[in-house]
């Protein structure tokens, strides 16, 4: 099972979003036979079997294994991946974003869309992938914005000059500064 699935064909989102087919992906978080995940939300086989077929054909949910059950083969299905995102691509742009400028909020989309993608593409066969993330909360007075970006870049500029080298695994680095919402911890 893979961390994330990235989804970029709108068939796979068509697949996906129905309210029962995402309550039997999230039965087949572990394998389970299409009598199993009926049992557990109180549906038909065949009506599970059906939401299952329209899963695996988008590629969301995989056959695992197989069994015999009084001369009857069953299928043991599995969820593809942990997490589904839906690329900001299936809908596509909708306008011009007319600020584009590094305090903006269309450049923060533009450079989140980039890190789901880039995130989205990560090989996700090595057995470990080297990743890095910090997270923290910082007050800046609305006047002193541009200075804080300023501040942000020569910080930044200080360690792509000391960690710029030839050697090591190779890391993109984006930071994102957005204003926090009241219910968020």
């Known amino acids: 099972m893979r961390d994330v699935l990235y989804l970029e064909q709108i068939e796979q989102a068509e697949a996906l979003l129905k309210p029962q087919r995402v309550?039997?992906?999230?039965?087949?978080?572990e394998p389970r036979t299409c009598t199993e995940v009926a049992t557990r939300l109180e549906q038909t086989p065949q009506r599970v079997y059906y939401h299952v077929k329209q899963l695996v054909a988008a590629g969301l949910v995989e056959?695992?294994?197989e069994r015999k059950v009084r001369g009857i083969t069953e299928g043991i299905y599995q969820a593809a991946a942990r997490s589904y995102w839906l690329s900001p691509r299936l809908v596509g742009r909708i306008g011009l974003r007319r600020a584009r400028d590094e305090l903006s909020l269309g450049y923060l989309l533009d450079l989140m869309e980039e890190v789901q993608a880039d995130i989205a593409a990560l090989d996700r066969t090595r057995p470990e992938l080297p990743s890095i993330g910090v997270s923290g909360e910082i007050r800046v007075p609305a006047g002193q914005?541009?200075?804080?970006l300023h501040d942000l870049q020569t910080a930044l500029q200080d360690l792509f000059t000391r960690y710029g080298g030839a050697e090591g695994?190779?890391?993109?680095?984006?930071?994102?500064?957005?204003p926090k919402g009241n219910d968020r911890d």
Do not use: G, P, S, W
């Open 23 to 29: 309550e039997v992906l999230r039965q087949l978080a």
């Open 63 to 65: 056959l695992v294994a």
């Open 145 to 148: 914005r541009q200075q804080f």
């Open 169 to 178: 695994d190779a890391f993109k680095i984006a930071v994102a500064c957005y």
